[in-house]
């Protein structure tokens, strides 16, 4: 079946460490997003890639970094940088620009 | 800037009532598209509809309708007579455009959380 697909479901990690999510996607779809999501909020894009090898920061990309080196995927690291990781991040794939994205089951960061 | 405003923070709704969830977005782009997003407790954001700032005709797909109006820049979703399946969290969003193209990024409303009793 295609789709995106989020691993792990639940993350746990200690604080100072770096975590990476991963996202695969068999849709064949061009762009790839994170984002992440608070309690109550909704969802804040954290970096997004039109194409292999290229990268954009989105509006709350400190502490994260992303690569894009195949069509299929795109990790998020989570670095120690990160002052809240705690969180659910969600990875979205779309075909290209105005068309809507789908969304992977997320990953559920907890830092303790 | 733009912005997407879902001022309903939590409804609670009894089974077969209807039920709208408003949506409120600030742009000023002459082209754009709006986009509603169901989250049940699984987590996964699922599509629901998109429409683009041409088309103000209504849509209407089974119990959902949505009704879009560029006058008062809303985009409000009606369940209509809804069932407990229908609770979950919906998300409008908004596409950002950045002169003529667009980067395919959405803007997102804070989300409203439906809770249908049965």
């Known amino acids: 079946d295609g789709g995106i697909t989020q691993s792990p479901k639940y993350l746990f990690r200690k604080e100072g460490q770096n975590v990476t999510l991963s996202c695969e996607q068999n849709?064949?779809?061009?762009?790839m997003y994170w984002y992440r999501q608070d309690p109550g909020q909704g969802l804040r894009l954290i970096y997004y890639s039109q194409i292999v090898n290229d990268f954009q920061k989105g509006d709350i990309a400190e502490g994260y970094s992303v690569s894009r080196e195949k069509k299929e995927s795109f990790p998020l690291t989570v670095t120690s940088a990160q002052k809240n990781p705690t969180a659910f991040y969600l990875c979205?794939?779309?075909?290209?620009?105005?068309?809507?994205?789908?969304f992977g089951q997320g990953t559920r960061l907890t830092v303790v | 800037a733009q912005k997407v405003t879902q001022a309903q923070t939590e409804i609670s709704v009894v089974e077969k009532e209807d039920v709208t969830l408003d949506c409120v977005y600030e742009t000023r782009d002459t082209t754009y598209y709006l986009f509603w997003y169901k989250q049940p407790p699984s987590g996964e954001l699922v599509f629901l509809i998109r429409r683009n700032s041409f088309d103000e005709q209504n849509e209407i797909s089974g119990r959902y309708s949505w009704n879009f109006q560029k006058s008062t820049s809303s985009f409000n979703f009606t369940i209509t007579a809804s069932q407990v399946v229908d609770s979950a969290v919906y998300f409008c969003?908004?596409?950002?455009?950045?002169?003529?193209?667009?980067?395919?990024?959405?803007?997102f409303g804070q989300g409203t959380t439906l809770q249908v009793k049965p």
């Open positions: 979205a794939s779309s075909p290209g620009s105005w068309t809507e994205a789908f």
């Open positions: 969003a908004l596409s950002e455009a950045v002169g003529s193209s667009n980067t395919g990024k959405l803007i």
């Open positions: 849709l064949n779809h061009d762009a």
